[in-house]
């Protein structure tokens, strides 16, 4: 055992004056501790016996939800799906529960709330998604979700091994006024809920609004030891580094959420730092839905606390490799379940994993469906044309492609020094040549490209209204 397992994560917090050994743990944290103790053995239980026990739990749910959510109770009776409380149903009856979507939560407000709720679920409390693009969506969570979502937060350390006693700084959005250059913000511990159960070290933050020049500056001060951030500002600050010659020698892994996270985002940054990057998903509304392997850069399932489907057109099951949308089902939220709900989002499954862990695998999480490129044609793809001109155009130091018309993009760009003709010919001809279609590219030059709310940075964004169902797009 190294040191770090020994003097960090081995033991919790004593809550007992004098007691340091064996560490007695104080009772709200002892609740964290045991739903820890079984995810340590659940993580390498057999894909079967996980759906078996996640259907279990989703019947249950179900029976509440059909009993107690209007929204619910309407949907099933209208399926036909009926459930005697106590039995588990089975794969294919799960499958014939209607998808609902966004649109259904907005449209649905206060008839997907349940009027009561069992016992030792609350309170409850209300939570806004971040909305990047569209109107965020509102839920409600209760004390049973946040535990969930404390231990998977937990796990998320103990998977990728961190030392709790380093330095953790937290790029991202903060509220107004907080974490403002240059001083950012100091607190004494990580926070919850790591700090609930161990000792940790400091954490300091800075707000993602600022330019990544202060935040290369306020990092080589800071010196920390992880680094928490969105992939955009990651990207742009690991460049920023190698070419100012900013040096952060203790940093030991990176960190990121909320936007998609590419291959050549991870690349920039082994080349800058020689450290990996860890990456998490999740959504307001549902809480964890996959972490990244501890050995791999794919993901795992939180399939104790989500149960995640991956469906093709026809709402069949993905086979491995092929894409298909994301559709969840958190178990645990009693106050408003979300049954299979298309969140939005498209992943790639994928085969077992060679680390033996049991939780489903998915390679690639490709964003946002709500943010697919319309083709002229009719249709949408995926505006995946990767970062190409960032190393046969290096003067292009930051891009937006946004869809203003079905026959039009404008790319935005942030560069060094004016492209010359042929490196804009160049642009034109990569872009039309990824996505296969004979746009209409304008090129507009920024001073810089501003953040989403939340501070989210969205590499492509369509202006176009959906489409409508006469269109023939779903
Ligand atoms: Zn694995």
Known sequence: MSEIEGGGFALPRSAIQDVTWPAVPAAAAAGLLALLQQLEHTQWWAPERLLEQQLRQASVLLSHAAKHVPFHRARLDEAGIRIRPGRT??????????IMTRDDIQAAGTALHADVLPAGHGPIHRQSSSGSTGKPIESLGTRMTQLLWAAFSVREHLWHRRDPRGVLASIRGFATGKGLYPAGLRLRSWGFPIAALYHTGPAVGLSVMTSTEQQAQW???????????????????????????????????????????????????????????????SAREVGYMALQCPDHDHYHVQAEGVLVEMLDEAGAPCPPGRAGRIVVTPLHNFAMP????????????????????????????????????????GGEAWPLIGEPWYTNIPAIRQYQMVQTALQRLELHLVVDRPLTAGEEAELRRIVVDRIGHPFEIALIYRDAIPRGPGGKFEDFKCELPPPSPAEGSA
């Open 338 to 377: 979300l049954l299979r709900y298309d969140i939005g989002d498209y992943a790639v499954p994928g085969r077992p994993c060679p680390c033996g862990r049991g939780l489903p695998v998915l390679t690639r999480i490709t964003g946002r469906v709500r943010n697919m490129l319309r083709l002229p044609g």
């Open 89 to 98: 149903l089975y794969p294919d009856e799960w499958a014939r529960i209607p």
């Open 219 to 281: 990092l080589a001060r800071a010196d920390p030891d992880y680094l928490l951030t969105f992939p955009s500002a990651l990207r742009a600050l690991a460049r920023h580094c190698r070419e100012a010659g900013i040096a952060l020698p203790r940093l030991r892994q990176a960190r990121t959420l909320s936007e998609v996270l590419s291959p050549e985002t991870r690349a920039e940054v082994e080349a800058t730092w020689g450290i990996k990057v860890c990456d998490m998903y």
